[in-house]
């Protein structure tokens, strides 16, 4: 009874974010039709956002939060980011075919009579890239320094993908170069939307070191939380130069999960994660608009709570472990300001430092990583503006 009550603070806090998000006056109206059937009856616009409803249901809560200027610009990069996604995750495609589309996809992605058939592997995806004209015709609407800036990330990560259409994620750079090309892309390009909107400071698209990590920290985090759901897929996004050092094959963890091989390699490849932290709060720390700060942190810290949820976690090697849909819920609800980023931040960094074993070899890595992502929350300096850096790519792209 006592741990009843105790918990009743959190449950209750939880259901009225949970409320709040469902009806909330911003929240995304569900939509229960098909996208082919919708097409034919809604505006562009309309359509571009049922289906940012379909294919992601997070991000579509945090994008309409955004300043209004902001929002068709975002959801507009979105999916078009989300049509490249989909050739590139098409198996049935011909290799041929696939590196033809991902690298014209930065010119078709205006083309207002764009419509792919029988590409994708799920309905929604499907669905979108056959009505892929009505997200052309909208795109065509942006202003045009909108428009420079998706068509810019778009070709870039149209490249990187046929690179690794090509090749296996072998190595550790590799694994760095995979997540900067599919989610450190989208870092630079949020930057560059956000700068040219005014809402930003105009130094802020020039950051690449800090919104390469913004997206790799993300990108390594459902990589790492969705090893189990992949294997069964027969997907492999994880370097085998990592995880070679610790099994005989990659699905071996999921046959010993609580071995202490599996716990360390899960442990080595949550800290690589971790690791990316310190970036991403120096980078909010530059965002002086609230709704686009808001926009940022929110998957930050969701992240940061699977991370710490997954750390040394053997369940993540057997099943999908996700946070609970009402602590979700209360993130999307409650975080508004670097205070409430430093206190989630500092309420993972308890739950990991918990589960820290001398058992395990690795967990002296994670006890430094936390030292520095305590040095970067606790620190009242300003991050400094850094001049543009290149991330290193191949030539032969
Ligand atoms: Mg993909």
């Known amino acids: 009874m006592s741990r009843l009550l105790f918990q009743l603070p959190t449950a209750f806090s939880e259901l009225k974010a949970l409320y709040s998000l469902k009806f909330g006056s911003d929240a995304p109206k569900p939509v229960k039709e098909s996208l082919h059937v919708l097409a034919a009856e809604m505006a562009d616009m309309e359509f571009c956002y049922a289906a940012l409803d379909k294919v992601s249901r997070s991000f579509a809560v945090v994008i309409r939060q955004l300043p209004h200027e902001l929002r068709n610009p975002v959801c507009l990069f979105y999916l078009t980011l989300r049509g490249l996604d989909t050739i590139e995750d098409d198996m049935n495609l011909p290799l041929s075919q696939k590196t033809e589309l991902l690298r014209n996809f930065h ?49 870039k990560m149209g490249e990187g993908m046929v690179y690794f259409a090509e090749r296996k994620v072998y190595s550790e750079a590799d694994y760095n170069l995979y997540c900067h090309y599919v989610a450190g892309l989208v870092g630079y390009g949020l930057s560059g939307l956000f700068s040219v909107s005014g809402y930003e400071d105009e130094r802020l698209q020039y950051q690449l070191r800090l919104s390469n990590e913004m997206g790799l920290m993300l990108q390594k985090t459902n990589i790492i939380r969705d090893y ?74 969701m992240a940061f709570a699977t991370l710490a949820e997954v750390y040394a976690n053997p369940k993540v090697l057997r099943q999908n472990v996700k946070i609970r849909k009402g602590l ?27 589960k820290i ?11 430094k990583i936390i030292t520095e992502i305590r040095a970067v929350l606790y620190s009242h300096n300003k991050h400094r503006w850094e001049l543009p850096e290149l991330i290193a790519e191949p030539e032969t792209v």
């Not at 819920?329 to 993972?348: L, N």
Request: glycine share 2%.
């Open 107 to 155: 010119i078709e992605c205006s083309n207002e009579k764009l419509s792919l058939k029988n590409i994708g592997d799920s309905e929604a995806y499907r669905h979108l890239i056959l009505h892929y004209y009505k997200v052309a015709r909208a795109f065509n609407q942006l202003d045009e320094k909108y428009q420079t800036v998706i068509k810019d990330i778009c070709k």
């Open 228 to 301: 189990h759901e992949d294997l069964s897929e027969g997907r492999i996004f994880l370097p085998e130069e990592i995880w070679g050092e610790y099994a005989p094959s990659f699905h071996w963890f999921a046959e010993n999960p609580t071995h202490t091989n599996s716990i360390n390699c899960w442990i080595a490849l949550t800290n690589n994660a971790l690791q990316h932290i310190p970036s991403c709060i120096s980078y909010l720390k530059l965002l002086k608009n609230n709704q686009v700060f808001r926009f940022c942190a929110i998957p930050q810290i």
């Open 328 to 354: 979700a819920a209360r993130y999307m609800v409650e975080t508004t300001s670097m205070q409430q980023v430093i206190d989630a931040a500092e309420k993972a960094l308890i739950q990991i430092e918990s």
């Open 357 to 367: 074993n001398s058992a395990y070899s690795n967990c002296a890595e994670t006890q």
